[in-house]
């Protein structure tokens, strides 16, 4: 490869780093910025209240969630509201995927970097021999 065609090489790895880059920067913004909604988690919510058993009324019985639900919708959804904040975001799925996306840009952008310093090295090579 001639020094033209390294140079070229050059600019076009370089502008592919700047894109790589700019990806990296929305993903971890886009990560910084989940938010956990509260109708994605209301099943879990539900299910950890039914663990204390059923409600029994005049021999009928009933979800504990769902009595909670109908009897005091307030405490119900403050529960909910507690449940979902009580959440590590970082355990969730969304945060995972995101996080194997920022870790396998930042691989990329590690391995676009060095292919550039080798290939400013090489030219920097070409330069000393032309100057001798």
Request: with cysteine; hydrophobic share 30%; glycine share 4%.
């Amino acid at each position: 490869m001639n020094k033209i065609e390294m140079e070229s090489k050059l600019v076009d790895l370089q502008d592919a780093l700047e894109i790589k880059q700019d990806e990296l920067k929305e993903l971890e913004t886009d990560r910084d910025s989940i938010e956990l909604e509260e109708s994605d988690y209301e099943t879990s919510y539900q299910d950890l209240i039914n663990e204390s058993g059923d409600v029994e009324i005049m021999g009928m019985s009933y979800n504990a969630s769902h009595v909670l639900e109908e009897v005091d919708p307030i405490a119900y959804r403050c529960g909910l509201s507690d449940y979902v904040n009580g959440i590590n975001i970082e355990k969730t799925n969304k945060y995972i995927n995101m996080q194997k996306e920022i870790d396998d840009l930042e691989y990329d952008i590690s391995n676009m970097q060095d292919d550039i310093d080798d290939l400013e090295s090489e030219i920097d090579d070409l330069d000393e021999t032309d100057d001798e």
